[in-house]
């Protein structure tokens, strides 16, 4: 099992760096998202169900539901402007 | 999610086009903010700066890495991971842990902790939420007269059909099941993880859900600013007071009349199932808010 924590470690890692280095804001925010849900079964793996549970539901759901609005208000949204980034 | 802001997009930029006044309005806006960006990507393409970008970067590296060698060498002088002889198990924790069922009732030691031991900080919290979606509202709510409501309305009616039919088919299952798990959530926060933070983040997440499926008018039919206001300041009050009769009780050593029940009960640990769904339901009301400003300007 401790193998499988280490792996979700590493993908955290990756999720963090690859967030600041990419270029396209929906794809690190899509990438922020899975940073979320990752970290909420690490808070399984270290025995607190309860933050687990808040952190899938804020961290994975309400939080990257408001940055997508905010993306949309400043027009980043749209393919157009996506293919020319 | 593409999809929902898709369809959602589309739906807006619909109700702009047949509303001429807005319309305008809107495109002056448009054009303000596209000379501002224009103007910003001018500064950066044009390579003024480019002295100072690679400066700025190379210092901004050199302070990261400062920093995280600052806070490694801090952590190794933290107590390993698990240990017994830490100094974070003390006398203290073996106090809670043994009185604790026999003093709050609530089987899930963490509700117990939070909303009965430790619930004036949880009262601090509730008011941190009520404060920053009040400061969310002044910043974006925008007053309409009557008329303009009205005319809204029959613009949306128009395009309540057109929103994305996968979205609404899949929002029809999804939602009751959310909304249930999220009240599941809320009651049982004293008998299994969760609790009033996370169940009514999740019964948000499914508000927020039936909206962007449904369009505004179905949710206003149970949901509008005039119930998000009552039931905010009335679920922080009930909390406010409650706390209250706790800290009067406490405080002159009264015997309190609330009852802790049998532990495991779902009726039971006295104030804290109250306090939980005061806590969740604000904490919903708050996320669905929040979004219904940051999309739309209103509740």
């Known amino acids: 099992m401790i193998y499988v924590q280490y792996i979700l470690i590493l993908f955290l890692l990756v999720c963090a760096i690859s967030v600041c280095v990419t270029n396209n804001l929906l794809v690190s925010l899509i990438i922020f998202t899975a940073y979320s849900l990752v970290m909420s079964v690490i808070w399984l793996f270290l025995e607190s169900p309860d933050l687990a549970i808040t952190e899938a539901a804020v961290g994975a759901g309400v939080t990257s539901i408001l940055f997508f609005i905010t993306l949309k208000k400043v027009g980043k949204m749209t393919d157009k402007e996506d293919s020319d980034e | 999610m593409n999809k929902i802001f898709k369809s959602l997009n589309d739906f807006v930029n619909g109700v702009q086009d047949e509303k001429e006044n807005v319309h305008l309005k809107h495109k002056n806006k448009k054009h303000h903010e596209k000379v501002l960006t224009e103007r910003i990507e001018d500064i950066v393409e044009s390579g003024e700066n480019k002295g100072f970008n690679k400066f700025y970067n190379v210092i901004a590296i050199l302070l990261a890495c400062v920093i995280i060698a600052c806070m490694i060498y801090t952590v190794s002088f933290l107590p390993s991971f698990g240990d017994p002889t830490n100094p974070a198990n003390n006398e203290v924790v073996q106090a809670y842990i043994e ?152 405080a002159n050593l009264i015997e309190s009349i609330i009852p802790n029940g049998i532990a495991g009960n779902l009726i039971s640990s006295g104030l804290i199932l109250p306090l939980n769904i005061c806590v969740g339901f604000e904490v919903a009301c708050t996320m669905f808010g929040f979004y219904s400003l940051f999309d739309r300007e209103e509740i």
């Not at chain 2, 009205?150 to 949306?156: C, D, G």
């Not at chain 2, 395009?159 to 299952?173: F, N, V, W």
């Not at chain 2, 009033?196 to 369009?215: Q, V």
Request: no cysteine.
């Open chain 2, 99 to 250: 009185n604790g069922i026999r003093d709050t009732g609530a089987v899930n030691f963490v509700a117990g902790m939070i909303l009965n031991y430790r619930a004036f900080d949880t009262l601090g919290e509730s008011t941190v939420l009520f404060i920053a979606a009040t400061t969310v509202i002044i910043l974006l709510f925008k007053h309409k007269t009557k008329e303009e409501e009205k005319a809204e309305q029959l613009e949306e009616a128009k395009y309540e059909d057109k929103h994305d039919l996968i979205l609404r088919h899949g929002a029809l299952i999804v939602v009751p099941a959310t909304l249930v798990f999220g009240v599941y959530v809320l009651f049982n926060g004293h008998l299994s993880p969760g609790g009033g933070f996370s169940g009514g983040t999740i019964m948000g997440a499914a508000l927020i859900l039936y909206n962007s499926a449904f369009g505004d008018n179905s949710t206003k039919t149970f949901f509008n600013y005039g119930i998000h206001k009552v039931i905010k300041i009335s679920a922080l009050s009930f909390y406010a007071l409650s706390q209250l009769y706790s800290f009067i009780t406490g």
